[in-house]
């Protein structure tokens, strides 16, 4: 699921790490795509929070909060 702000793909961070890269598109990364990226790369504890995290984050940045 990606939410309408984000209205086309999101550039490669390796070629624009330290030069104008847009704060939507860390957004999009971290809170869009990291904990499917990560799934196998960190420890379950690590990846568990993160999920915590990015759900913590979802939920205060809606307009209504269920």
């Known amino acids: 699921f ?3 702000s984000f209205d086309r793909p999101p550039r490669n961070p390796a070629e624009k790490i330290n030069s104008g890269y847009k704060a939507w598109e860390w957004l ?3 809170y869009g ?3 499917e990226t ?3 790369i960190l420890p379950t504890p690590y990846w ?3 999920c915590h995290l990015v759900r913590g ?4 940045q ?3 909060i269920p």
Do not use: S, V, W
């Open 62 to 64: 809606q307009y209504h």
């Open 28 to 30: 999009l990364y971290l």
């Open 33 to 35: 795509m990291a904990p």
């Open 2 to 4: 990606l939410p309408g």
């Open 38 to 40: 990560l799934f196998c």
């Open 57 to 60: 984050m979802r939920l205060m």
């Open 48 to 50: 568990t929070n993160l």
